[in-house]
């Protein structure tokens, strides 16, 4: 059974078990509500209609009401009950941002069942939060795509974050948190609107710039583009990771980054012929707007799925641009990325980056998050 819960809806989703229990419970009662009607009948039409018709249709009727409960499920001797939270990340408004569920009590849970509930959810990704294994670290987190576990995710952490502050696991007016996870601590800045969290702030690696890709004929050809919507922006398609890697593509307006189609099998030959391993796809464009942000982008996967809001891949994306002089200066400490329109799932994400210099030396990825719904997994106790 899975009971899902929304702030202003409930729906219950049952299979066999309390269902057949109430079922059987009805037929139940209905054989001995008419049984009892049948027995005052016979009393009082006694001379009229023999006794013994009446006492052999009340046992006809007792049989088949026995008979149709028989055929309910038993209900489940022993189960195991999850309780998760589904937030949206990212993003001030409901059914926007990137989605996501959090486990904060999954204790007794194997990776194998973690892998399974993240391939249920079918979400990009899933956390389970245990208590803190190292030391300086004040929760363990684990992040499960739908296929494997992954080291680090940016909108698991921001997210998992508002997620232990509903639960009351983190103390309102806590200013941060230390999170456990693949790559290793992970510091989280929190601020605060009274008892509720308003925002969050996740530090990242300082990113390694990697390969250029040189050839942008074949690169734009494998997103559905022309060669000079890549060449006229005079910025290099590169490989740059913090937590993880991303190859970005510059285009030269928010209308070319809306109509890429990623090809897949193109792209892997791409990144095969210029010896670079097989990586998502970040493409974006400065062209400026109304909204205010400084880039305009979409991640695409070779899997063929696009990610509403990456927090791992933006703070490689603002040091991108700040290196080949895009942001400037104090420019550096307000970055905004709009990511997720084309999708239909807008969401905002915030880069702060520190510098000395012409170095950068810090780089935290901010955003908030809306609870949208939480809900019951019932598994088996085997």
């Excluded at 809806?9 to 139940?28: I, P």
């Excluded at 996870?181 to 990113?207: K, Q, S, T, Y």
């Excluded at 709009?338 to 030396?361: F, K």
């Amino acid at each position: 059974m899975i009971l899902i819960r929304y702030p202003l809806v409930r729906r219950e989703l049952t299979h066999g078990g309390q269902a057949g229990s109430f079922r059987w419970l009805l037929w139940s009662t209905l054989a001995i509500m008419f049984g009892r009607a049948l027995i005052v009948t016979s009393v009082l039409a006694a001379h009229q209609v023999s006794s013994f018709f009446l006492s052999t249709l009340l046992v006809c009727f007792s049989l088949l009401a026995s008979a149709a409960a028989a055929q309910e499920p038993a209900e489940a001797d022993s189960v195991r009950t999850y309780r998760y939270d589904q937030w949206d990340v990212f993003t001030e408004e409901p059914l926007t941002g990137n989605q996501l569920a959090v486990f904060v009590e999954p204790q007794g849970l194997t990776k194998a069942l973690m892998q399974s509930i993240a391939r249920e959810m079918a979400f990009s990704e899933t956390t389970f939060v245990f208590p803190p294994d190292d030391e300086g670290v004040d929760f363990r987190v684990r992040i499960f795509g739908p296929n494997r576990e992954l080291p680090f995710a940016g909108h698991p952490t921001i997210g998992t974050a508002f997620a232990l502050a509903r639960a009351g696991s983190i103390s309102p007016g806590t200013e941060q948190v230390v999170f456990g996870e693949g790559i290793g601590p992970v510091i989280v800045e929190l601020e605060w609107n009274g008892e509720d969290l308003r925002f969050a702030w996740m530090h990242d690696l300082v990113p390694t710039f990697r390969e250029t890709l040189e050839d942008v004929n074949s690169m734009a050809a494998a997103l559905g583009v022309s060669p000079s919507e890549i060449e006229s922006v005079s910025l290099p398609v590169q490989e740059v990771s913090g937590g993880a890697r991303f190859l970005f593509v510059p285009l030269t307006s928010r209308a070319a980054v809306d109509h890429a189609t990623l090809d897949a099998t193109a792209i892997s030959s791409v990144l095969e012929a210029a010896d670079l391993p097989k990586q998502s796809v970040f493409i974006f464009s400065t062209e400026s707007a109304d909204d205010g942000a400084t880039v305009y982008g979409r991640k695409l996967g070779l899997d063929g799925r696009e990610d509403p809001a990456t927090g791992s891949a933006v703070g490689p994306l603002g040091c991108y641009l700040v290196h080949y002089g895009v942001v400037r200066g104090k420019e550096a400490d307000r970055i905004l990325i709009r990511q997720g329109v084309q999708m239909g799932r807008p969401s905002w994400l915030h880069v702060q980056l520190g510098l000395s210099g012409n170095e950068i030396t810090e780089v935290r990825i901010g955003g908030s998050s809306v609870f949208v719904g939480d809900g019951t997994l019932i598994l088996p106790d085997d």
